[in-house]
C-alpha cells in the first residue's frame, strides 16, 4: 500500500512542478524529486496513460501540460454526499 502512495504523492509533485513550469530537464527533475530518470519517465507515462497532456518542452526546458487540467487524489468532504440514518 505504501508503494501506491508514494507514486500518488510523486505524481501529485510533478503535477505541482509542471503548473509551475518549473521542472527543468528530465535529469534536473529526477535529482530534484531524488529518484532515477527512469523512475521519472514511469511515472510521466502513468500520468499520459491517465490523460495527462504532458509534453516536453524545448523552449522553456520544462515540461508543461498542453492544455488545461486538474489532478486530485484523496478523500474530501461534499456537501452533496447523502448522510446515512443511524438506526
Not at 529526477?30 to 510521466?44: F, N
Not at 490523460?51 to 515540461?63: E, I, K, R, T
Amino acid at each position: 500500500m505504501n508503494i501506491i502512495i508514494q507514486q500518488l504523492t510523486l505524481i501529485e509533485r510533478v503535477d505541482q512542478l509542471i503548473r509551475m513550469q518549473a521542472t527543468g530537464t528530465p535529469i534536473e527533475l529526477a535529482s530534484r524529486l531524488r529518484i532515477s530518470k527512469t523512475k521519472l519517465y514511469r511515472i510521466i507515462n502513468t500520468m499520459k496513460a491517465l490523460n495527462a497532456p504532458v509534453v516536453y518542452d524545448v523552449a522553456l526546458q520544462s515540461y508543461i501540460y498542453e492544455e488545461a487540467v486538474g489532478f486530485r487524489f484523496g478523500f474530501y468532504h461534499s456537501e452533496t454526499t447523502p448522510r446515512v440514518a443511524s438506526v
